[in-house]
């Protein structure tokens, strides 16, 4: 696969997510996604309405995240969470589903968590992610978390928060892929550092990147 930095730029969701970023590192961040042009700025939902400004009149997008990044808060508060980021500007959610309840095989109450947030964020008609977290996952709840999120209705399934044990392997995006086929976006996130890695999530199926690299990666 060959592509351009511009083309490659456009499959970046440019991410910072640590707990200890100022105002001053969330700016850095937003314009490093303005000179490169990326996908998105994803951010926790406090700095969305920053994000938002910074961005204006830009194609750069502001995502928040949701139940971040244990996925173990209320759908409520997942549902409300949401309502509030998309109020604040936020173009895409990208949410935690209730990983316990994936392990423990409650699927019905997985898809319900996952359709909570689905119907705030579809109705104002922006896009959701859904997070599975790959590290705790063999492959059969790879599969069944991507038929809970694509019966649910979400946007995307997305590997990993960045915050557990590993992030995306090409195996599993390829496993997503397979599972949601052109029907829902895969979203590989979480360790990827330089662009042969970046290239081989987009060649496993990988639609999206969730990166903090992205200057590494493209310069």
């Known amino acids: 696969m060959n592509l351009s930095t511009k083309e490659l730029a456009k499959y970046l969701d440019h991410t910072n997510l640590k707990p200890n970023a100022t105002k001053e590192a969330i700016e850095t961040t937003c314009q490093e996604a303005l000179e490169f042009d990326t996908a998105s700025v994803c951010v926790n939902a406090h700095w969305i309405p920053f994000v938002k400004d910074q961005l204006m009149g830009s194609t750069v997008k502001p995502i928040a995240v949701v139940g971040f990044p244990l996925g173990a808060t209320s759908s ?6 949401a309502k509030v980021a ?30 909570e947030v689905v119907e705030v964020v579809h109705a104002s008609a922006k896009l959701l992610k859904v997070i599975i977290e790959t590290s705790f996952l063999n492959d059969e709840q790879i599969v069944a978390a991507c038929k809970a999120a694509e ?3 979400a946007d995307y399934v997305k590997t990993s928060t960045g915050f557990s044990s590993a992030g995306a392997k090409v195996e599993d995006v390829a496993l997503m892929r397979q599972t949601v086929g052109d029907r829902l976006g895969v979203k590989a996130s979480g360790g990827i550092h330089s662009k042969a890695e970046a290239l081989a999530m987009i060649e496993a199926g990988a639609s999206r990147l969730g990166v903090s690299a992205t200057k590494q990666i493209l310069a």
């Open 76 to 81: 409520k508060a997942k549902a409300y969470e």
């Open 151 to 153: 019966n649910a209705g």
């Open 86 to 115: 998309i109020a604040d500007g936020a173009e895409e959610i990208d949410m935690v589903l209730n990983i316990g309840e994936l392990l423990a095989g409650n699927t019905a109450e997985v898809e319900y968590d996952i359709k």
